[in-house]
T-cell receptor
Framework: ELKVEQNPLFLSMQEGKNYTIYCNYS?????LYWYRQDPGKSLESLFV?????AVKQEGRLMASLDTKARLSTLHITAAVHDLSATYFC??????????????FGQGTILTVHP | DGGITQSPKYLFRKEGQNVTLSCEQN?????MYWYRQDPGQGLRLIYY???????QKGDIAEGYSVSREKKESFPLTVTSAQKNPTAFYLC??????????????FGQGTRLTVV
């Protein structure tokens, strides 16, 4: 069974600081997504990582994927208040009886303070 | 505009009633998913479908049912057997994971409350 674990689950940051959210998963996959969710809202797609070594950047966020280590990171550079939200990673089962199943991590609640 | 439409946005259910949540997409996506989110929690998979006329149970399928008679539609029925249905329900769709440009998009959600 595919398990996806994020850490930390809660992250309180000062504006201007850097930090990294980690996403570990338990079975082979080369399809990983990062999403943002604001309170009471749906999920907004941030990044799609589709191969080992993939790196994508958008503004102050950068995501990477290491399929050998089964690890993805979401790095935040010089945090600003607008980045406060919950961030989820999700991994797709690439084989077996659960082919196509999309499993989410627990989410990381990010709060950026002045 | 292409996208995923969930309706209704808010739904109230009486004890013992079945209710159906609608999810329609015009993205020509093969795969569709239903998730449940409880306050302050992550997303738990209820059912998913990779192709028309086929679907699989997710991690919390008990008390729910789905159908996939058309590519663009994946309705979710919350039955009276689901004892604690109050939650935020999210529908998603994606291309097949074999697609090199695969991406999964979400609808705006349906907030179901038992009254």
């Amino acid at each position: 069974e595919l398990k996806v674990e994020q850490n930390p689950l809660f992250l309180s940051m000062q504006e201007g600081k850097n930090y990294t959210i980690y996403c570990n998963y338990s079975t082979t996959s080369d399809r990983l997504y990062w999403y943002r969710q604001d309170p009471g809202k749906s999920l907004e797609s941030l990044f799609v990582l589709l191969s080992n070594g993939a790196v994508k950047q958008e503004g102050r966020l950068m995501a990477s994927l290491d399929t050998k280590a089964r690890l993805s990171t979401l790095h935040i550079t010089a945090a600003v208040h607008d980045l406060s939200a919950t961030y989820f990673c999700a991994v797709v089962n690439a084989g077996g009886t659960s082919y196509g199943k999309l499993t989410f991590g627990q989410g990381t609640i990010l709060t950026v303070h002045p | 505009d292409g996208g995923i439409t969930q309706s209704p946005k808010y739904l109230f259910r009486k004890e013992g009633q079945n209710v159906t949540l609608s999810c329609e997409q015009n993205l020509n996506h093969d795969a569709m998913y239903w998730y449940r989110q409880d306050p302050g929690q992550g997303l738990r998979l209820i059912y998913y479908s990779q192709i028309v006329n086929d679907f699989q149970k997710g991690d919390i399928a008990e008390g729910y049912s789905v159908s996939r008679e058309k590519k663009e539609s994946f309705p979710l029925t919350v039955t009276s057997a689901q004892k604690n249905p109050t939650a935020f329900y999210l529908c998603a769709s994606s291309t097949q994971i074999s697609d090199p440009n695969t991406e999964a998009f979400f609808g705006q959600g349906t907030r179901l409350t038992v009254v």
